[in-house]
């Protein structure tokens, strides 16, 4: 039996509270170029999704690649003025088929800053709102809407029965809105997989405050205007959190000194406008600013780390996976779906992504899955989903 819980740091637990789970885990990427619009489109898109399916191909790992819609739009729109845009999208078209051709799934991800991004001189300039949620009710639907059908338009001649069931919010913005998760639902789009719990942002770009989530690590039904909340009742979306876990200053302070030799020495922290979704990264930082950040905080505390592959060492991915078993084994639940990320513009030790997946592909307790299956499992009620009258129960979308 589950037995309800109201702390979220202590989740229900079955008799005794050990019972092993398998970990469903879904390897996704948000595959996109940065934030303003920069990036040579070969070398941090194309490559590195080639290099990643070759990996997932030898430990035949099946995961979610979640492109970037509204800038591949973008690119279409402008590419009968700038032939070379048209080339560039025809090649993007060409991975995301390959990557489905071999099994992989391709899900929604949307970075509304492209809606209305000028191309001049060869550059992109984005002047767009980072956040979906600060636009107009219709002008996202219109967004969401045009992405779900080029990917359905791409995808359907490879597999008639494709569908698009989940949506990342670029940069995590997912909530709170009177009308996101409406609007997704009408689409039929009905796995988020945008909230990371404790994270917190707050800068020129983005807002956005995920400190206070009721449930950061199970499914469960969200507050259909405020995710951050567990609804009373079932709905018509799940969210399912993006993984997050609190890392040891032994973990944390080696990795940062890695990357402080290697920005100090280059003597940049890291250029304006680039995409970010750490707070505690700011431009303009002095150098010896930088260094206490960096080395000196985060060895006074855990540090908060969103679970993305590609921007954390071997050892830190270990914690995480470490985390990740002992808040399943908390759960006392049989089945828990975990989702984890990975930006493959900014993968840093691809080694360490291969050990990762070779020895999660090895391991008893884990299985992998795409999000299009996490779906269905969710629907079919094989994953259970939280919702505040009743703890755990059996998925019933209410469509
Ligand atoms: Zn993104």
């Known amino acids: 039996m589950l037995r309800p819980s109201n702390n979220k740091d202590q989740p229900p637990a079955a008799a005794g509270g050990t019972a092993k789970s398998t970990i469903h885990l879904a390897l996704t990427h948000d595959w996109e170029l940065r934030g303003d619009g920069s990036g040579d489109i070969e070398q941090i898109q194309f490559a590195p999704l080639r290099k990643l399916l070759e990996i997932y191909r030898k430990h035949s790992a099946r995961t979610t690649f979640l492109p970037d819609l509204m800038q591949q739009i973008r690119f279409r729109q402008l590419e009968s003025e700038h032939p070379e845009l048209k080339s560039l999208a025809d090649k993007w078209d060409e991975h995301v088929r390959e990557a489905f051709r071999q099994g992989h799934d391709i899900q929604l991800h949307v970075h509304p800053q492209w809606r209305d991004g000028r191309y001049e001189d060869g550059r992109w300039h984005l002047n767009g709102d980072w956040s979906i949620l600060n636009y107009a009710r219709d002008d996202a639907h219109a967004m969401l809407d ?20 989940a949506f990342r919010a ?3 913005a997912a909530t709170p809105s009177d009308h996101l998760f409406k609007s997704l639902a009408n689409l039929g789009i009905q796995l988020d997989v945008s909230i990371a719990g404790g994270l917190f942002v707050n800068d020129r770009n983005l807002q956005l405050d995920y400190r206070d989530c009721e449930e950061d690590f199970l499914p469960f039904y969200p507050a259909i205007e405020d995710a951050r909340k567990v609804s009373e009742t079932s709905e018509a979306i799940v969210c399912v959190p993006l993984n997050h876990f609190y890392a040891s200053r ?15 020495s280059k003597g940049t922290v890291r250029k304006p406008g680039e995409q970010r979704i ?54 006392g639940l049989p089945q828990v779906p975990v989702v984890l990320t990975n930006h493959p513009k900014d993968i840093r030790d691809l080694a360490a992504i291969e050990r990762f997946v070779g020895e999660m592909s090895r ?19 094989e994953f259970q989903v939280r919702s505040r ?3 755990y129960r059996r998925s019933e979308f209410n469509l």
């Open 278 to 331: 750490n707070a505690q990264e700011s431009d303009g930082q002095s150098r010896l600013a930088f260094a206490f950040d960096k080395l000196i905080k985060p060895a006074m505390k855990r540090k908060h780390f969103v679970s993305d592959t590609g921007r954390l060492n071997y050892r830190l991915m270990q914690e995480m996976i470490g985390s990740i078993r002992q808040r399943a084994r908390q759960s």
């Open 363 to 381: 391991a008893e307790d884990i299985k992998f899955l795409t999000l299009t299956e996490m779906y269905r499992n969710l629907r079919s009620g």
């Open 250 to 264: 032994r973990a944390v302070t080696r990795q940062n000194i890695s990357l402080a030799a290697n920005r100090i």
């Open 170 to 172: 670029g940069s995590l």
């Open 389 to 391: 009258s009743r703890e």
């Open 146 to 165: 045009a992405g779900k059908d080029y990917l359905e338009k791409l995808l359907r001649p490879i597999d008639p029965s494709y569908r698009c069931v």
